[in-house]
Nanobody
Framework: QAQLVESGGGLVQAGGSLRLSCAASWRTFSSYTSGWFRQAPGKEREFVAVISRSGGSTSYADSVKGRFTISRDNAKNMVFLQMNSLKPEDTAVYYC???????????????WGQGTQVTVSS
């Protein structure tokens, strides 16, 4: 059964950094686009970043551009989100996802992880 498992969330002070990891359970993960999304309490799930199958193309939400970096290691079936200069408004549950389309839309993704909590204190 295809699964995505996130890790690396936690509590950090504003201005700090965290690195999220997402491990895929299937070996053809490199055939999928991968994205990170987040959902804060009372808000809809929103796009954070996406990376193409090869890792050659990336795109970011304006709110995180210049602070977050998405990357992947297809040999290890993993995708990462390096988050720097964190702000209290980055507080949310972060989800990784995999799909067949390079997209910012959650509905385009077929597989989702369970989420990892990121809390940024002021």
């Amino acid at each position: 059964q295809a699964q995505l498992v996130e890790s690396g969330g936690g509590l950090v002070q504003a201005g700090g950094s965290l690195r999220l990891s997402c491990a895929a359970s299937w070996r053809t993960f490199s055939s999928y686009t991968s994205g990170w999304f987040r959902q804060a309490p009372g808000k809809e799930r929103e796009f954070v970043a996406v990376i193409s199958r090869s890792g050659g193309s990336t795109s970011y939400a304006d709110s995180v551009k210049g602070r977050f970096t998405i990357s992947r290691d297809n040999a290890k079936n993993m995708v990462f989100l390096q988050m720097n200069s964190l702000k209290p408004e980055d507080t949310a549950v972060y989800y990784c996802a995999a799909g067949s389309t390079y997209s910012r839309t959650p509905a385009s993704y077929n597989y989702w992880g369970q989420g990892t909590q990121v809390t940024v204190s002021s």
